[in-house]
């Protein structure tokens, strides 16, 4: 929370909403592991970002203003849309 300037309440906040989603698990000594559910979602969402940031920096966008906005995008993109996208970056 401190090294990315997040208050602790939120990271608690999201780390809590993700278990509740059944993407992660607290185990007793406190470390943070991924689901298999959690693990497809995170390797979509990582894709996702590739492709994103693939896309910006084809277009001319630095490499660090590409993965910032790629952070955005990735979440909210609709799948068709992503789908378009995709198959733009892999035929270029």
């Known amino acids: 929370?401190?090294?990315?300037?997040?208050?602790?309440?939120?990271?608690?906040?999201?780390?809590?909403?993700?278990?509740?989603?059944?993407?992660?698990?607290?185990?007793?000594d406190g470390f943070i592991e991924f689901t298999?559910?959690?693990?497809?979602?995170?390797?979509?969402?990582?894709?996702?970002?590739?492709?994103?940031?693939?896309?910006?920096?084809?277009?001319g966008a630095s490499r660090e203003l590409a993965e910032e906005n790629a952070c955005r995008i990735e979440h909210v993109i609709d799948d068709e849309v992503f789908e378009l996208i995709k198959k733009h970056v892999e035929n270029n």
């Open 36 to 59: 298999e559910r959690g693990e497809e979602k995170a390797s979509r969402i990582y894709m996702r970002h590739n492709v994103l940031t693939a896309l910006l920096t084809g277009m």
């Open 1 to 28: 929370a401190e090294r990315l300037g997040y208050a602790k309440s939120s990271v608690a906040r999201g780390v809590n909403l993700l278990q509740d989603r059944g993407y992660i698990k607290i185990g007793d």
